[in-house]
């Protein structure tokens, strides 16, 4: 078993992925951890170090207990992908592509070695290792340390997951676009195939993925216990599903967003910001409350330009104030804005081309609801801001946080994204984009009205929830004590 370090202080180990909707939560969650006296140890690729050696320098200087940072290489040559290629955000569909990206979770695996070395040398109490790392447990268990999972998702994405890979009711319909339920939940899901995140829609096969994401699930039951960036009263029914009925140990311990008190914090999240945080912070202050909305799809989206301008022209006949995050092209030369769009909308709208203060805008009182594609990273932080959301998801397990959020939870609308990018894109028209988003930002739908007063009231009891004596507080105290009875 891992130990107290020479000082009787819990010294946690947090393994993330190198991809930012991974990182940004792995990072808080130690900052999380440290601010109950915990020495945490983010262990992190070079160049991915250096996004986060800010914010770390920070904490540490806070007199707050110690994180520290331990580098290891990233071996993206030997996975035959540029040297440079250390976070999954470097490749996209126009320069890489999905060979690449199948090589950086080769890559990934080759992190095994350099982490067991470290291990060895450090011998902290418990590893926080990320789901893609199914073989952390192993490794962790060679030097008797207990391995929690981060998966990055909410429960409920996880609980449709399980559901899934028990009950396999995908197997039994007649096409890709039939709707099937998904069985034994808390409430009637309906999935079609196309909207499976790759782990369930890659089952069986032999490829190198389905391989990988074989082992990920197997690895869920070997686990010590799951931590979830989520709180009890967000989903309910799902954190006791997912004790009561799957069996399974976890701590709620989010938003781990919210850690985040200064303009500093908020703004320096991730990558550094192409805009200024006083620049945008002058912007919304000069826009009336609730009457921006933000239009933005994580770390990875990867439109045409032809869906851009779909976007563009959505967002300008709405009439909206907008904020829009379009990821940089500069590896394009096509036009992706409709002509005069810049000029049309000068005062109003307000694009930021590359990365974005997210959690600072989001929590802004102009804005007034988010365009988003269901990542849980963005979904959550929309919901600790107590927006409604327009939900567009893309792939990964996006359309079951549309889910969550459109018909669990009904806090947001679809914008009608019928299947995940995997299975080619369909085009989003205009007019949907449009007809989504002046409903979401009406002030007279009594539909609306109650999505809004509803997100609003979950995000207090976010607040509460992480805050001395809440739900997420008391969760996080209950695990850190629990590993220090183990050690
Ligand atoms: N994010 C940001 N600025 C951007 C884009 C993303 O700060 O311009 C942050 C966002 O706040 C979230 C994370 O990056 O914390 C994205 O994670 P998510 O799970 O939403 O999506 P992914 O990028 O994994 O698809």
Same mark, same amino acid.
């Given at each position: 078993?891992?130990?107290?370090?020479?000082?009787?202080?819990?010294?946690?180990?947090?393994?993330?992925?190198?991809?930012?909707?991974?990182?940004?939560?792995?990072?808080?969650?130690?900052?999380?951890?440290?601010? $109950?006296?915990?020495?945490?140890?983010?262990?992190?690729?070079?160049?991915?170090?250096?996004?986060?050696?800010?914010?770390?320098?920070?904490?540490?200087?806070?007199?707050?207990?110690?994180?520290?940072?331990?580098? *290891?290489?990233?071996?993206?040559?030997?996975? =035959?992908?540029?040297?440079? /290629?250390?976070?999954?955000?470097?490749?996209?569909?126009?320069?890489?592509?999905?060979?690449?990206?199948?090589?950086?979770?080769?890559?990934?695996?080759?992190?095994?070695?350099?982490?067991?070395?470290?291990?060895?040398?450090?011998?902290?109490?418990?590893?926080?290792?990320?789901?893609?790392?199914?073989?952390?447990?192993?490794?962790?268990?060679?030097?008797? *340390?207990?391995?929690?999972?981060?998966?990055?998702?909410?429960?409920?994405?996880?609980?449709? =997951?399980?559901?899934?890979?028990?009950?396999?009711?995908?197997?039994?319909?007649?096409?890709?676009?039939?709707?099937?339920?998904?069985?034994?939940?808390?409430?009637?899901?309906?999935?079609?195939? $196309?909207?499976?995140?790759?782990?369930?829609?890659?089952?069986?096969?032999?490829?190198?993925?389905?391989?990988?994401?074989?082992?990920? $699930?197997?690895?869920?039951?070997?686990?010590?216990?799951?931590?979830?960036?989520?709180?009890?009263?967000?989903?309910?029914?799902?954190?006791?599903?997912?004790?009561?009925?799957?069996?399974?140990?976890?701590?709620?311990?989010?938003?781990?967003?919210?850690?985040? =008190?200064?303009?500093?914090?908020?703004?320096?999240?991730?990558?550094?910001?192409?805009?200024?945080?006083?620049? /945008?912070?002058?912007?919304?202050?000069?826009?009336?409350?609730?009457?921006?909305?933000?239009?933005?799809?994580?770390?990875?989206?990867?439109?045409?330009?032809?869906?851009?301008?779909? *976007?563009?022209?959505?967002?300008?006949?709405?009439?909206?104030?907008?904020?829009?995050?379009?990821?940089?092209?500069?590896?394009?030369?096509?036009?992706?804005?409709?002509?005069?769009?810049?000029?049309?909308?000068?005062?109003?709208?307000?694009?930021?081309?590359?990365?974005?203060?997210?959690?600072?805008?989001?929590?802004?009182?102009?804005?007034?609801?988010?365009?988003?594609?269901?990542?849980?990273?963005?979904?959550?932080?929309?919901?600790?801001?107590?927006?409604?959301?327009?939900?567009?998801?893309?792939?990964?397990?996006?359309?079951?946080?549309?889910?969550?959020?459109?018909?669990?939870?009904? *806090?947001?609308?679809?914008?009608?994204?019928?299947?995940?990018?995997?299975?080619?894109?369909?085009?989003?028209?205009?007019?949907?984009?449009?007809?989504?988003?002046? $409903?979401?930002?009406?002030?007279?739908?009594?539909?609306?009205?109650?999505?809004?007063?509803?997100?609003?009231?979950?995000?207090?009891?976010?607040?509460?929830?992480?805050?001395?004596?809440?739900?997420?507080?008391?969760?996080?105290?209950?695990?850190?004590?629990?590993?220090?009875?183990?050690?």
């Amino acid at each position: 078993m891992g130990s107290l370090n020479g000082h009787n202080q819990l010294h946690v180990y947090f393994f993330p992925f190198m991809a930012h909707g991974h990182l940004i939560p792995a990072v808080d969650m130690a900052k999380l951890f440290a601010s $109950r006296g915990v020495k945490t140890t983010i262990v992190i690729t070079p160049l991915n170090a250096a996004f986060f050696s800010k914010t770390i320098q920070k904490h540490s200087s806070s007199g707050r207990a110690e994180i520290q940072a331990r580098i *290891i290489d990233f071996p993206a040559a030997r996975a =035959g992908l540029p040297e440079q /290629c250390e976070n999954l955000d470097f490749i996209t569909s126009r320069n890489l592509g999905m060979e690449a990206t199948i090589n950086f979770f080769r890559a990934s695996t080759m992190l095994q070695e350099p982490f067991e070395k470290l291990l060895e040398q450090d011998r902290p109490a418990c590893v926080v290792a990320d789901m893609f790392y199914p073989w952390a447990t192993e490794s962790a268990a060679k030097f008797g *340390i207990p391995r929690l999972v981060f998966h990055g998702t909410s429960c409920f994405a996880q609980c449709v =997951g399980e559901a899934l890979a028990s009950h396999a009711p995908q197997q039994r319909v007649e096409s890709d676009a039939e709707p099937f339920v998904v069985p034994g939940l808390p409430d009637e899901v309906r999935l079609t195939k $196309r909207q499976l995140s790759p782990s369930a829609a890659l089952v069986g096969g032999t490829s190198f993925l389905s391989q990988l994401f074989k082992r990920v $699930r197997e690895s869920y039951s070997e686990v010590y216990g799951t931590v979830f960036n989520s709180f009890y009263e967000l989903e309910p029914a799902y954190v006791d599903h997912f004790r009561k009925i799957l069996g399974r140990k976890a701590w709620y311990v989010g938003p781990v967003s919210l850690c985040n =008190g200064d303009v500093e914090d908020k703004a320096s999240r991730g990558k550094g910001a192409v805009i200024d945080k006083d620049e /945008c912070l002058k912007w919304l202050d000069s826009k009336e409350a609730n009457a921006v909305v933000y239009v933005c799809f994580g770390s990875q989206a990867d439109f045409t330009a032809q869906q851009l301008r779909e *976007i563009a022209v959505g967002i300008e006949s709405s009439g909206q104030p907008f904020i829009w995050v379009v990821r940089g092209r500069n590896d394009v030369e096509e036009d992706w804005l409709p002509e005069g769009f810049q000029e049309r909308t000068a005062g109003r709208g307000l694009i930021i081309q590359g990365w974005a203060p997210q959690v600072l805008i989001l929590e802004h009182a102009a804005i007034g609801g988010f365009v988003t594609h269901c990542g849980w990273n963005s979904t959550l932080e929309g919901i600790a801001a107590g927006l409604p959301m327009v939900t567009w998801p893309m792939g990964a397990e996006q359309f079951y946080n549309e889910k969550l959020v459109t018909e669990v939870v009904k *806090i947001g609308l679809e914008v009608g994204v019928e299947q995940s990018s995997t299975y080619g894109v369909k085009m989003i028209r205009s007019e949907a984009v449009e007809r989504a988003v002046r $409903r979401i930002m009406s002030k007279e739908d009594e539909v609306m009205a109650e999505m809004r007063r509803k997100v609003k009231g979950l995000g207090e009891a976010a607040r509460k929830a992480v805050e001395a004596g809440g739900s997420s507080y008391a969760d996080l105290g209950a695990l850190i004590e629990e590993l220090e009875l183990m050690s």
